[in-house]
């Protein structure tokens, strides 16, 4: 289960900054149980790395780096310590085989896009066309 720290960290600096694409693949990837996706380091050799490395991966800022993206993005995009990050620290811990914390992750990832989606529908959506009403016969 993911500390309140962990899911702080994920409402506040993960999720405001992670592109539509980056969320797309890190879904992707959880969902598969990907050996892309790793613990215990930002990255071993492309394209293995961890959830912060992928983000970066979709990322235009840190799109073009490769060994520290994920350590760029989580530093220069989303502000936070790398050393330090909850989410990272969670994530390295619990290896392969805590499914309940890929669960968790990938619940809330799932959940931040439904939002974006409904919001970005609501949106695009088109509104009532009131000209008939503003102008008189």
């Known amino acids: 289960m993911l500390s309140k720290e962990c899911i702080h960290e994920l409402q506040n600096y993960w999720l405001p900054n992670i592109t539509r694409a980056g969320l797309d693949h890190l879904i992707e990837l959880l969902e598969k149980g990907s050996p892309l996706l790793i613990h215990g380091s930002f990255t071993r050799a492309v394209p293995m790395g961890c959830l912060a490395t992928h ?80 102008v008189e016969a």
């Open 55 to 134: 983000v970066a991966w979709n990322h235009p800022r840190t799109a073009h780096l490769t060994l520290d993206a994920g350590i760029c993005w989580l530093n220069h995009v989303a502000g936070l310590n790398p050393a330090t990050s909850h989410v990272i620290r969670a994530w390295d811990g619990c290896g392969e085989s805590s499914y309940e914390i890929r669960a968790d992750l990938l619940a809330m990832f799932k959940e931040h896009r439904r939002e974006h989606t409904t919001v970005a529908t609501a949106a695009s959506s088109p509104g009532r066309n009131r000209i008939e009403e503003l």
